[in-house]
């Protein structure tokens, strides 16, 4: 079992930048790819960007250039730096952790509560 706890949203004006941390407990945090998604008012949640085990990265085209994801494998801790954000990022951003250490189409098993982020025109 692993425990997601997400932190650091909030309301920003459009251009602002917010950081995301995502605290992981239970399991070896190292083995595990990881990832962060959103779910705006009325929309499927989507994911925004992924790292793997071994720190490979990937991102959404409405992120990339904008957002970075890291990880800290010392503090099991997940990042996500949003830079120059938009009102349309507006949404609720979940951390989520994979089962293996490569990002697979299964959806990860572990999830975070969620944190808000709002931005404001």
């Known amino acids: 079992q692993v425990q997601l706890v997400e932190s650091g949203g909030g309301l920003v004006q459009a251009g602002g930048s917010l950081r995301l941390s995502c605290a992981a407990s239970g399991r070896t945090f190292s083995n595990y790819a990881m990832g962060w998604f959103r779910q705006a008012p009325g929309k499927q949640r989507e994911g925004v960007a992924t790292i793997t085990s071994s720190g490979s990265t990937a991102y959404a085209d409405t992120v990339k250039g904008r957002f970075t994801i890291s990880r800290d494998n010392a503090t099991d801790t997940v990042y996500l730096q949003m830079n120059s954000l938009k009102p349309e990022d507006t949404a609720v951003y979940f951390c989520?952790?994979?089962?293996?250490?490569?990002?697979?189409?299964?959806?990860?098993?572990?999830w975070g509560q969620g944190t808000q982020v709002t931005v404001s025109s």
């Open positions: 989520a952790a994979y089962t293996m250490g490569v990002v697979t189409t299964t959806p990860p098993r572990y």
